[in-house]
């Protein structure tokens, strides 16, 4: 299971802290990974994260301003999101490996 | 990065049709391609990977097939609660990327 939380509103410009609690699988040894998806329009992956943090990708359009991370001995994932822009509007989801598990997602608006 | 275009983007079918989606990807992908049901207010999920492989839980009336750089999902005996956006994912390399789905309206 996996649960995000840290969503909420923020103005352009302004940073938010996401995380994501898994339980009941194999964190420590699974690839994960954020999706976004802004209403009405489809799934967009946004960052991948290796077991053991040692590698990352990113889509171009957040590259610089988004930062995946993890935390294996609490069983967390994170994602850093700074310099937001109205087109960052979107709920993200924390989704294992091969996107085979997702969360319920949490809404992020940026907005003035 | 890899495009997939997926085909066709909405359709209309009644309960007991066979209807096929059909996703191309820009270079291939060997069998690195899942397949998604998201129905409205809910979150995606997964119904088939590696190509042709299901999901524990996914009915026997969908399958999925293709290699390389065309793939297809097919529904056989249309249920009511299939209407859905179904969309298409290549993780073969970095950006993953999706179809932009297909609207099935029953």
């Known amino acids: 299971q996996l649960v995000e939380a840290g969503g909420g509103l923020v103005q352009p410009g302004g940073s938010l802290r996401l995380s994501c609690a898994a339980s009941g699988g194999t964190f420590s040894s699974s690839w994960m990974n954020w999706v976004r998806q802004t209403p009405g329009k489809g799934p967009e992956w946004v960052a991948i994260i290796k077991p053991d943090g040692s590698e990352k990708s990113y889509v171009d359009s957040v590259k610089g301003r988004f930062t995946i991370s993890r935390d294996n001995a609490r069983n967390s994932l994170y994602l850093e999101l700074s310099s937001l822009r109205a087109e960052d509007t979107a709920i993200y989801y924390c989704t294992t490996g091969w996107l085979g598990v997702w969360g319920q997602g949490t809404l992020v608006t940026v907005s003035s | ?106």
């Open chain 2, 1 to 106: 990065d890899i495009q997939m275009t997926q085909s066709p983007s909405a359709m209309s079918a009644s309960v007991g049709d066979r209807v096929t989606i059909t996703c191309r990807a820009s270079q291939g992908i060997s069998n690195n391609l899942a397949w998604f049901q998201q129905k409205p207010g809910k979150v995606p999920q997964r119904l088939i990977y590696a190509a042709s492989s299901f999901q524990s839980g996914v009915p026997s009336r969908f399958s999925g097939s293709g290699s390389g750089t065309e793939f297809t999902l097919t529904i056989n005996n249309l249920q009511p609660e299939d209407f859905a956006t179904y969309y298409c994912l290549q993780h073969n390399s970095f950006p993953f990327t999706f179809g932009q789905g297909t609207r099935l309206d029953i």
